[in-house]
């Protein structure tokens, strides 16, 4: 009977094998990477490698440009988190409701996932485009000026918002729907028999039941949001005057375009401590410690 344990133990721990695998070689091993080369001033345009300690570190504190990443990386999170999560739970309300239309409105929704991210951004940057984009024909047509979007310190970093919440908000409507159906009908049945109204029902029975499924969002979420690059890559590059330079960008910048390999990793390490601290707080404040 213990052999036969032993050897259903051993094929669980195999079959555990490949994924864990996956996971310690493209999730730990780069991070081991980045922190071990961040003590080094890495140069591959001259192809040196010399041993620096802390000194990447301590010259972040005296990088104008790497704190104002660090400023745009933190007010686009604080304006993309809530504005993702709050569409995808209405998403995931409609979509959950039994009404005339809705697989026309499931259609819809589920659009975007089916799209990757670089395409999603070559779609939204023809129809932004400054001068004579989709949007500013509309815009003309009905008599408002043409817009800069892209070319706009003001506009720039709110349209970047609205490409990567079009693509991420259908993704985390998942979840969102998958909370409301683990939600007892039974409940709202006897909500009805007592005439609550649906607006009180959401607010003090639906939104107190998706809790840690609106946590698990919002936490993933911001996860996702702290390393959004693709879209500032391909279209701003960090502009107009730094208004979408995301901390990752500017990492990106400096280790490849300016060859400082090393400076750059510890931007990443930087980074990476900034969103641990920023999940923590996340959890602190909701009072949740599982999810």
């Not at 009905?142 to 991420?168: E, Y």
């Not at 049945?189 to 107190?208: K, N, R």
């Amino acid at each position: 009977m213990n052999n036969r344990l032993k050897r259903d133990s051993l094929k669980a721990y195999m079959f555990l094998f490949p994924a864990v695998g996956l996971i310690l070689l493209f999730k730990i091993y780069p991070i081991i990477i980045v922190f071990g080369e961040s003590f080094y001033k890495v140069s591959y345009l001259s192809g040196s490698k010399v041993f620096v300690g802390i000194n990447n570190y301590l010259d972040l504190f005296f990088d104008r440009s790497f704190w104002n990443s660090v400023w745009v990386t933190t007010k686009l999170n604080l304006l993309i988190n809530p504005i993702q999560v709050v569409i995808a739970v209405v998403m995931a309300l409609l979509i959950n409701m039994e009404f005339r239309g809705r697989l026309f409105y499931r259609l819809l929704f589920f659009i975007p996932l089916g799209v990757s991210l670089a395409v999603t951004t070559i779609y939204w940057s023809i129809f932004f485009r400054p001068g004579n984009g989709v949007m500013n024909y509309i815009l003309n047509s009905v008599g408002i000026p043409r817009q800069p979007f892209f070319n706009s310190p003001s506009q720039a970093l709110w349209i970047i918002i609205g490409i990567a919440s079009w693509k991420g908000c259908s993704f985390w409507m998942i979840f969102i729907l998958a909370g409301l159906k683990n939600i007892p009908r039974e409940i709202y049945e006897a909500c009805d028999v007592e005439g609550i109204e649906p607006i009180a029902s959401f607010f003090y029975i639906t939104l107190p039941l998706l809790a840690k499924t609106i946590l698990f969002v919002f936490v993933t979420d911001t996860a996702a949001n702290f390393m959004l690059f693709i879209p500032i890559f391909m279209i701003t590059k960090g502009g107009p005057d730094s208004s979408t330079n995301v901390l990752m960008h500017e990492a990106y910048r400096t280790a490849m375009l300016q060859g400082d390999m090393g400076h750059g990793m510890a931007m990443i390490v930087f980074l990476m401590l900034m969103l641990m601290t920023v999940v923590a707080i996340q959890f602190k404040v909701t009072g949740e410690r599982e999810i």
